[in-house]
């Protein structure tokens, strides 16, 4: 599994694989054919561990090197409720 440094203009440009961040080992990106899932490698089995999808979570999202909470609740917000809710009246 490749390393590499993460940037905006890179991420958007890798082919299939799985990719890991040269500064933070433990963390990654999986590319498929239709969307990019980020993964955190969790101890002690290494198990991939899915935290949300680029560009919905991008890197500009995370505050000193952690994803914030409001982030990936948005992002799962998102994915329960795919259509924007309308008030009845």
């Known amino acids: ?3 590499i440094r993460f940037t905006d ?6 082919p ?3 990719y890991f961040d040269k500064r933070t080992p433990a963390f990654g990106i999986r590319v498929g054919k239709k969307r990019k899932t980020w ?18 979570l991008s890197l500009a999202t995370r505050e000193g090197g952690r994803w914030s ?7 799962r917000a998102r994915k329960r409720r795919p259509f924007p809710m309308q008030d009845d009246e």
Request: proline share 11%.
């Open 1 to 3: 599994m490749p390393t």
């Open 9 to 14: 203009i890179g991420l958007r440009a890798l």
């Open 16 to 18: 299939e694989g799985i």
């Open 39 to 56: 993964v955190v490698l969790k101890e002690p089995n290494r198990t991939k561990l899915r935290i949300g999808h680029y560009p919905d």
């Open 69 to 75: 909470p409001s982030a990936r609740q948005r992002n």
